[in-house]
């Protein structure tokens, strides 16, 4: 599976969990996900350039939610 691939499936898995969960931290988010930090970050920029979640900042980190 090349990168594309694996970003794609990433950014699914964390659409699914902020649906499920409701917002959740970065740290958090990070801590669900099977995989790696960079690809949880890579997948947050493409869920955020296609407008489905907001990123706000809390204190020393970022809360997550959809749009």
Do not use: C
């Amino acid at each position: 599976m090349d990168i594309q691939e694996q970003v794609g499936e990433t950014a699914g898995k964390v659409w699914h969990l902020i649906n499920d969960h409701g917002s959740l931290t970065l740290a958090q988010l990070k801590k669900k996900v099977d995989g790696s930090d960079e690809l949880v970050n890579f997948a947050l920029g493409w869920l955020s350039r296609e407008d489905k979640i907001h990123i706000l900042p809390e204190k020393k980190s970022f809360q997550i939610r959809l749009k």
